[in-house]
Nanobody, 126 residues
Framework: QVQLVESGGGLVQAGGSLRLSCVAS????????MGWFRQAPGKEREFVAA????????YYADSVKGRFTISRDSAKNTVYLQMNSLEPEDTAVYYC???????????????????WGQGTQVTVSS
């Protein structure tokens, strides 16, 4: 059974930073496409970042490029999302997701991910 557990969310002022963690069990993150998504109230879940299985190649939504960094620690079986220069528009519930396929690059569509964490709230005040 695959479980993803996120942590690290919270309340931060605009311009601040947070690091989200996603601890996986039942599946090896280094051999899995891993992604971060977010969902704001009244909006659809949207892609934030992903890291390709095996190779450390990363992908970002235009809205977070240059501010957010996705990474993984294979020894801890954990994926991180470092978020810098946070803006009020980044306020959302952030979800970690795993894609068990071997497609060439990670998907940016939520429906193509097989496993999800429970989410962690990020609130950025202006």
């Amino acid at each position: 059974q695959v479980q993803l557990v996120e942590s690290g969310g919270g309340l931060v002022q605009a311009g601040g930073s947070l690091r989200l963690s996603c601890v996986a069990s039942g599946r090896t993150v280094s051999n899995t496409h891993m992604g971060w998504f977010r969902q704001a109230p009244g909006k659809e879940r949207e892609f934030v970042a992903a890291i390709r299985r095996i190779e450390t190649i990363t992908y970002y939504a235009d809205s977070v490029k240059g501010r957010f960094t996705i990474s993984r620690d294979s020894a801890k079986n954990t994926v991180y999302l470092q978020m810098n220069s946070l803006e009020p528009e980044d306020t959302a519930v952030y979800y970690c997701a795993a894609d068990r396929s071997i497609r060439p690059i990670p998907a940016k569509v939520p429906s193509l991910y097989d496993y999800w964490g429970q989410g962690t709230q990020v609130t950025v005040s202006s």
